[in-house]
Structures are given as structure tokens and as C-alpha cells.
């Protein structure tokens, strides 16, 4: 193969280094010269023998090959996704029916303060005091709607037709004193500043103080006088 042109003058080397293939392509030429007067053809460049060496270096270079039926693998660990279970549902408390409340208070009866003493049955003083259980103790109260001590007191025996003095003072003064041992369900207990009834044993029954109710209670007076009316 040829290659024709107009060139004055060639004398060069070239060389082409592939360093990824290994490929070394390296060219020759011996210097040449051409006159002017010549018909501008140039000698015959001989490629066979240019690319004899790169044929080499392709010739011994390894060769790298894979079946056609070669496959690619990657182990991959599995994973297995759980479902973390529902938090539980609070169980909603069933509200007590208005009818159930009132069951359950019928079903369970008040405690009394204190036992009702048996010296109330066939008393006529202790039996109108009984009914006033549970009435609350109002300062300078002298109706069922509430009662201080001597109110209470001046209002049962107002009951049986007997008009007593409005203070505990006045109630010891219009009585007889006598002694415990002498005294019977009805008289009545006298401490300073305070009036109840003696419901026989070691029982009384009275408006004690503001906050609280009339009950059935022990005597608790450490030196209690005793009174009769009548």
C-alpha cells in the first residue's frame, strides 16, 4: 500500500503506545527527500511490515474469556420484617346504673354512731328523741331543721306538754339534781355548757357540735350531773 502527497520533506518517527492493551504501534521511516522537480510522488511505505510488531504484542497479550452461560451470584442474608402486635385496648369501666347504686345503699344499711339502747323502747322521751337521729347540730337551733344542745333537749320535752329553759344553765337550774345511780332513761345530763339525755347504762343521746348529728352515744362527760324534771 501506498501513500501519495505533496510533501517537501519527511523524515520523522512516530510511535503509538497504547498502555491499556499493551498495544505498541511504532513507525519508521528512513528520511527521504523529494525535489522540487520530482512529480511529487512519494516512496512506498511498506504497513505490513509497520504493524508486524503491534501484531506481537496483540499475539502474546493474555486473553481473558468467560462461558457464554457463566451467571453472577449474590448472597444476600434475609430479612425477615415482624409486625410489632397492637398495643391492648384499655377496657372501658361500665358505669354504675343509678339503679345499682341505689341497690347496693338499700343492701347496705347505715352504721349507727352508737347501738340504740333497749331503755327507749316505752319511753316517751327517748322514743320522741329517737326520731331526730342523723338531724344536724345548728347553733341556736330549736326546730328538727337542726339543733343546738339545749334546743334539742328543750324541743323533746316540749313534746310531752313540759316548757324548759333555752340554756343548759337554765335547764339545771328548773331540775332536781340527783345521783347517777338514781337516774332513769329520760332524766337529763348537764356539764358545763352542754345538756343531753340519758338513755340508760352508759348512754345518752344528744346534739353534740357544730359538724356533727344526733346520735346514740357513750357518756363521755368525766363528771356528768344528773337531772330531773318534775
Given at each position: 500500500?501506498a501513500?501519495?502527497?505533496?510533501?517537501?520533506?519527511?523524515?520523522r518517527?512516530?510511535?503509538?503506545v497504547?498502555?491499556?492493551?499493551g498495544?505498541?504501534?511504532s513507525?519508521?521511516?528512513?528520511?527521504?527527500s523529494?525535489?522540487?522537480?520530482?512529480?511529487?510522488?512519494?516512496?512506498?511505505?511498506?504497513?505490513?511490515?509497520?504493524?508486524?510488531?503491534?501484531?506481537?504484542?496483540?499475539?502474546?497479550?493474555?486473553?481473558?474469556?468467560?462461558?457464554?452461560?457463566?451467571?453472577?451470584?449474590?448472597?444476600?442474608?434475609?430479612v425477615?420484617?415482624?409486625?410489632?402486635?397492637?398495643?391492648p385496648?384499655?377496657a372501658?369501666a361500665?358505669?354504675?346504673?343509678?339503679?345499682a347504686a341505689?341497690a347496693?345503699?338499700v343492701?347496705?344499711?347505715?352504721?349507727?354512731?352508737?347501738?340504740?339502747?333497749?331503755?327507749?323502747?316505752g319511753?316517751a322521751?327517748?322514743?320522741?328523741?329517737?326520731?331526730?337521729?342523723?338531724?344536724p347540730?345548728?347553733?341556736?337551733?330549736t326546730?328538727?331543721?337542726?339543733f343546738?344542745?339545749?334546743?334539742?333537749v328543750?324541743?323533746?320535752y316540749?313534746?310531752?306538754?313540759?316548757s324548759?329553759?333555752?340554756?343548759?344553765?337554765?335547764?339545771?337550774?328548773a331540775?332536781?339534781?340527783?345521783?347517777?345511780?338514781?337516774?332513769?332513761?329520760?332524766?337529763?345530763?348537764?356539764?358545763?355548757?352542754?345538756?343531753?339525755l340519758?338513755?340508760?347504762?352508759?348512754?345518752?343521746i344528744?346534739?353534740p357540735?357544730?359538724?356533727k348529728?344526733?346520735q346514740f352515744?357513750a357518756?363521755?362527760?368525766?363528771?356528768?350531773?344528773?337531772?330531773?324534771?318534775?
Amino acid at each position: 500500500m501506498a501513500a501519495t502527497g505533496q510533501i517537501g520533506t519527511v523524515g520523522r518517527r512516530t510511535a503509538v503506545v497504547a498502555a491499556s492493551s499493551g498495544l505498541v504501534v511504532s513507525m519508521l521511516s528512513s528520511p527521504a527527500s523529494a525535489t522540487a522537480g520530482d512529480a511529487g510522488s512519494l516512496p512506498a511505505v511498506d504497513t505490513a511490515a509497520l504493524t508486524a510488531s503491534a501484531r506481537a504484542v496483540l499475539d502474546s497479550a493474555p486473553v481473558v474469556t468467560s462461558p457464554a452461560d457463566a451467571t453472577w451470584t449474590v448472597d444476600i442474608p434475609a430479612v425477615t420484617a415482624e409486625t410489632p402486635p397492637p398495643p391492648p385496648t384499655p377496657a372501658k369501666a361500665k358505669a354504675a346504673s343509678r339503679s345499682a347504686a341505689r341497690a347496693a345503699a338499700v343492701a347496705k344499711p347505715a352504721v349507727a354512731a352508737f347501738a340504740v339502747p333497749q331503755a327507749v323502747a316505752g319511753n316517751a322521751v327517748l322514743e320522741i328523741a329517737a326520731k331526730y337521729v342523723g338531724t344536724p347540730y345548728v347553733s341556736g337551733g330549736t326546730t328538727p331543721a337542726g339543733f343546738d344542745c339545749s334546743g334539742f333537749v328543750g324541743y323533746v320535752y316540749a313534746q310531752l306538754g313540759v316548757s324548759l329553759p333555752r340554756t343548759s344553765g337554765g335547764i339545771k337550774a328548773a331540775g332536781t339534781i340527783i345521783s347517777r345511780a338514781d337516774a332513769r332513761p329520760g332524766d337529763i345530763i348537764w356539764s358545763p355548757g352542754h345538756v343531753a339525755l340519758y338513755a340508760g347504762g352508759d348512754s345518752q343521746i344528744d346534739s353534740p357540735r357544730p359538724g356533727k348529728t344526733i346520735q346514740f352515744r357513750a357518756i363521755w362527760q368525766s363528771a356528768p350531773v344528773f337531772i330531773r324534771i318534775g
